[in-house]
Structure formats: structure tokens, C-alpha cells
């Protein structure tokens, strides 16, 4: 167990609106990343940070950003929900780059109706 | 760019049938592989690597031997069991901040 909680688990919303999702870890990690999984494409990177405040976009950004006000926590928000955000979201921790393990939280199912 | 391409699954297998999934890799430089499995309804676990070539990752009895001459990554186990049943992903990372992955290959076990 890496120390990952993800929150909310589950997410409905409507298009338009802006959602934030969490990802918290207490194993004083220094790299966070956010994937999307959708089927047949298997694990997408969003974005990913190197430290508070050190933020970079991943393969699909486009609608969404991201915040680290402090090492635990990383946030992904989506200012406008859209139907083709409907995805599991998961949140991976490292304590170096390329070569060194990801660790991955549970997942946040959302819902864009 | 760097990819990865996998076998479609789903695979499907009696308990105590042999095991191989495919993969196979693209780069320029010299990656390090993954496996990763995900089982029905959580996040994704390591389950071995590889960081460079004739290196063979091994857990579980599941074993991968990283291939630079044919560029692949194959997974393989002797006897697989119904608790086996799950998403299994290769991935690569090319020594910066991002994995790659592949789109997943499906496994189910039958008793």
C-alpha cells in the first residue's frame, strides 16, 4: 500500500460544470502524475508535477489543469466538464523519474452527463 | 514517438494453461519495461520490470524477459489460476517523468 487515496471515488455531473479531484498521498513523494484510462486506449497522461508548484502538461491536457500548493496533495480540475471527459481517473506517485516505480491510487469514476 | 503495442485480449484460458501475453515496443533510446495489472475495480500494481536488455523481471511465477534484438517484452507464466484474472498492461519509460503504456490485454481464467 503506497499511501494513495483519491477522492471523491465516484463522480456524476453535468456538462458545463467544473469538477476538482484529489489525489493525496502521505508517503512524501516527490512526482505525481494524473492518467485517464477510457478502453482501448489504455493509460493517458494529463499532467504531472516535479514539485510544489512544479506542474507540466502530459499527452491530453486540453481541458484540464492542475495545482500543488503542497507535496501531499495534487489536484486535477476540469474548469468545463464535457461528455468526452467521462473516464477513470488515477492518480500515480513516484519517488524519481523514468526509470523508478509508479504507484497508483484507487481511481475516481466520473460521469459527464 | 515511444509506444507500445499489445496483444487484444481478452485472453481467455483454463486454470493451469500456460500464459503468454505480447508485447512489443517502440524507442529511439534505451527504455526501461513494465508490467503493471489491474484487477476488477482498483488502480494498477507493478508486478515486475526490466531496465535493461537480457534482463528478466519475475513475481508471482509471472516472468518477462526484455529483448532488445526483437524489441519486445513478453509476459509469460507456467499455470496461470482464476485469481490471475485481470487487465495486464506493458508500459516503457525512457528515463524522463512519463510511462507509456500499451492499451491493455484482458485475461480470464476459467476453473
Known amino acids: 500500500d503506497a499511501g494513495i487515496t483519491q477522492s471523491p471515488r465516484h463522480k456524476v455531473t453535468e456538462t458545463g460544470t467544473p469538477v476538482t479531484l484529489r489525489c493525496h498521498q502521505t508517503e512524501n513523494h516527490r512526482y505525481m502524475y494524473w492518467y485517464r484510462q477510457d478502453p482501448g486506449h489504455g493509460l493517458r497522461l494529463i499532467h504531472y508535477?516535479?514539485?510544489?508548484?512544479?506542474?507540466d502538461k502530459g499527452e491530453v491536457s486540453d481541458g484540464y489543469s492542475v495545482s500543488r500548493s503542497k507535496t501531499e496533495d495534487f489536484l486535477l480540475t476540469l474548469e468545463s466538464a464535457t461528455s468526452s471527459q467521462t473516464s477513470v481517473y488515477f492518480c500515480?506517485?513516484?519517488?524519481?523519474?523514468?526509470?523508478?516505480?509508479?504507484?497508483f491510487g484507487p481511481g475516481t469514476r466520473l460521469t459527464v452527463l | 514517438g515511444d509506444s507500445v503495442t499489445q496483444m487484444e485480449g481478452p485472453v481467455t484460458l483454463s486454470e493451469e494453461a500456460f500464459l503468454t501475453i505480447n508485447c512489443t515496443y517502440t524507442a529511439t533510446g534505451y527504455p526501461s519495461l513494465f508490467w503493471y495489472v489491474q484487477y476488477p475495480g482498483e488502480g494498477l500494481q507493478l508486478l515486475l520490470k526490466a531496465t535493461k536488455a537480457d534482463d528478466k523481471g519475475s513475481n508471482k511465477g509471472f516472468e518477462a524477459t526484455y529483448r532488445k534484438e526483437t524489441t519486445s517484452f513478453h509476459l509469460e507464466k507456467g499455470s496461470v489460476q482464476v485469481s490471475d484474472s485481470a487487465v495486464y498492461f506493458c508500459?516503457?519509460?525512457?528515463?524522463?517523468?512519463?510511462?507509456?503504456f500499451g492499451t491493455g490485454t484482458r485475461l480470464q481464467v476459467f476453473p
Open positions: 500515480a506517485i513516484s519517488w524519481a523519474e523514468g526509470t523508478d516505480t509508479q504507484y
Open positions: 508500459a516503457l519509460s525512457d528515463g524522463t517523468d512519463k510511462l507509456i
Open positions: 508535477s516535479y514539485g510544489v508548484k512544479d506542474t
